[in-house]
């Protein structure tokens, strides 16, 4: 987990409890050697803020294009995006526009119905907690949403990213962190691959 800032002890607990062993990344050297990343919810400018002491924006863009699985999510979703509204700087791996705070601030922030694709299974809604979190108002071509509240896509998935505005880690449901762990291992077997390849 992308540990400066943000709600990532909830995200912590959650992989812990399907069986993973997360830790805490805040130098561009703990990124090494991880299948996955979650990107936590918290405030998108001041974990950029503190990315930018390690210059970890540029390593995680590296280990995203070598195939690491992310998870984003809320403020882990504008980081990743490319665009943000009002203008902010983002590391563009992820194929949306995003309006920051575009539901209302904190007493707007509500819990609502997330209608899910056939890709996440049975029941196809799930409770979506949302917090001062951000829309998504356009995804590219390579995007797939997985999860809508009313028409706005809230779930999406590219390649091996996947952001959620909402806060999976704060409801019982544990689909969306077992689909990330699902691409996290995808991400070790093709590590597991090359490297047989290379004959290591
Ligand atoms: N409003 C925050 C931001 O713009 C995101 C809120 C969240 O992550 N819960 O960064």
């Known amino acids: 987990m992308l540990a400066l800032q943000g709600d990532f002890h909830a995200h912590a607990a959650v992989l812990a409890e399907l069986g993973c062993a997360p830790r805490a990344v805040r130098t561009a050297a703990e990124l090494e050697g991880l299948d996955g990343l979650v990107m ?76 899910l694709a056939p890709a996440l299974g049975a029941p196809a809604r799930l409770e979506g907690v949302f917090i001062r979190a951000p829309r998504i108002t356009g995804t590219g071509s390579d995007v797939e949403v997985l999860g809508r509240r009313g028409a706005d896509p809230v779930l999406v998935r590219q390649g091996r990213i996947l952001g959620a505005t909402f806060h999976p880690e704060l409801s019982r449901d544990r689909r969306v962190h077992g689909l990330f762990v699902t691409m996290a291992e995808d991400a070790q077997g093709r590590a597991a691959q090359a490297a047989s390849r290379r004959g290591a």
């Open 40 to 115: 936590p919810g918290g405030e998108s400018t001041a974990m950029l803020r503190l990315m930018a002491a390690e210059d970890l924006g540029a390593r995680i863009r590296e280990r995203v294009r070598g195939g690491m699985a992310v998870l984003a999510t809320c403020a882990g979703v504008i980081l990743l995006a490319d665009t943000v509204t009002p203008p902010q700087p983002s590391l563009g791996l992820l194929a949306v526009d995003v309006l920051r705070n575009a539901y209302g601030r904190q007493p707007q922030s509500t819990v609502t119905t997330v209608e």
